[in-house]
C-alpha cells in the first residue's frame, strides 16, 4: 500500500469519524463530508464543504450502511440530508470506492456510472471484529433492563455464528445459564461441546417458559405469537439482528413484553473500537488491489 493516500470518508456516525481521524493519524491525506465537523484537530484531517475535489481521491469511504430508503446517504452526524446520487456522480472508476451492506439497487446505480463499490462489511475480518462490541452491548443492555443479576439467570441464545457465540462466551462468563437454539446440528454439537444447552430452532415452542433473557442474532422471524405467548411476562428479549430481525415486535407489544431491538450495536457502544476495525479492514482490501 502507498505510504500516503487522499482518502475522502463521505457520510457515516461515529464509526466514520474515528476512522478518518485514525487514517489521517496514519499520515493520509483525509477529507471528511457530510460528517460534521471534526471532534479534534487533526493535522492531514479536512471537513469539506462540497465534493468538488474529489477527483483527486485514492479512495472513497463510504458509511454502513450506505443509503435509507429514500435514497439518502447515511449521514447521521450531518445537519443536511444529502442524496446519494450525485455523490456517486462525483466519484470516477479509477477510484477505490467502499462502502458497507452494498445492496443491489446501490450496485445498480454504481455500475451505471462505471464504478465498482467494494463491501467492507462483507469482509470476515470486519464481521468478525464487529461481533465483539456486539456481544459486549448485549451484555450492557442485559444489565441495564434486567431485574436480576446475570449471574444465575437462564438466558436463551438464538444463533450460533459469530455474534450468537461470542454472545453467548460472555453470559456464561458471568455466571449465566446458557443454551443455544440453532438450526444446524453440527451447530448444537459445538454449543454442547463448549458447555451450553442446546435446542434445536424448531423446537423451541413449549420450551421458552423458563428463561429470563432471550437475545436473537437471526435475521429472520423466529419470535413469533406462538413462541412469545410461551415467555414469563418479565422476560427481557434482546434482538441483536439485522434488518427486519427476528422477533414479531406487534405481537410482543401485545402482550406486554419487553423487546429492544439493539441495531448497530458497535457504532453505539464502542464507535473508537468499531472505526479502527473498519480502518484495518480498508487497508487489508488495498493491499489485495496492489493501492
Not at 2 to 15: A, F, T
Not at 20 to 29: F, M, N, R, V, Y
Not at 42 to 63: F, K, M, N, Y
Not at 188 to 216: M, P, R, S, T
Request: hydrophobic share 45%; proline share 6%; with cysteine.
Amino acid at each position: 500500500m502507498k505510504h500516503e493516500l487522499n482518502i475522502w470518508v463521505v457520510g457515516g456516525d461515529l464509526r466514520q469519524a474515528k476512522l478518518a481521524q485514525l487514517l489521517a493519524e496514519d499520515g493520509h491525506t483525509v477529507h471528511i463530508y457530510a460528517l460534521g465537523e471534526p471532534q479534534e484537530q487533526i493535522p492531514g484531517l479536512t471537513a469539506e464543504p462540497s465534493l468538488r475535489q474529489t477527483g483527486l481521491a485514492d479512495c472513497v469511504v463510504l458509511p454502513l450502511t450506505i443509503s435509507d430508503e429514500n435514497g439518502l446517504l447515511n449521514a447521521p452526524l450531518s445537519p443536511s440530508s444529502h442524496p446519494l446520487i450525485p455523490i456517486l456522480d462525483c466519484l470516477s472508476p479509477h477510484q477505490f470506492v467502499c462502502g458497507g451492506r452494498v445492496n443491489q439497487p446501490i450496485l445498480d446505480l454504481a455500475e451505471e456510472r462505471g464504478l465498482t463499490i467494494h463491501d467492507y462489511f462483507a469482509r470476515e475480518e470486519l464481521a468478525v471484529a464487529n461481533a465483539v462490541p456486539t456481544a459486549e452491548g448485549a451484555v450492557q443492555l442485559a444489565m441495564e433492563h434486567l431485574p436480576i443479576t446475570i449471574h444465575g439467570s437462564k438466558i436463551l441464545v438464538i444463533g450460533f455464528g459469530r455474534v450468537g457465540r461470542l454472545t453467548a462466551q460472555r453470559f456464561q462468563a458471568l455466571g449465566a445459564r446458557v443454551s443455544i437454539a440453532a438450526r444446524k446440528y453440527d451447530q448444537l454439537a459445538w454449543a454442547q461441546a463448549i458447555g451450553f444447552g442446546a435446542e434445536h430452532l424448531a423446537q423451541l415452542k413449549g420450551w421458552l417458559c423458563g428463561y429470563d433473557l432471550i437475545v436473537n442474532t437471526v435475521p429472520v422471524q423466529v419470535l413469533g405469537q406462538e413462541e412469545l405467548e410461551d415467555l414469563k411476562p418479565d422476560c427481557l428479549i434482546l434482538d441483536l439482528a439485522s434488518k427486519p430481525g427476528g422477533v414479531d415486535l406487534a405481537a410482543a407489544g401485545g402482550l406486554g413484553l419487553t423487546v429492544i431491538w439493539a441495531l448497530g450495536l458497535p457504532g453505539k457502544v464502542a464507535p473508537v473500537t468499531a472505526g479502527a476495525a473498519i480502518k484495518s479492514t480498508i487497508y487489508n482490501m488495498l493491499r489485495e488491489i496492489g493501492l
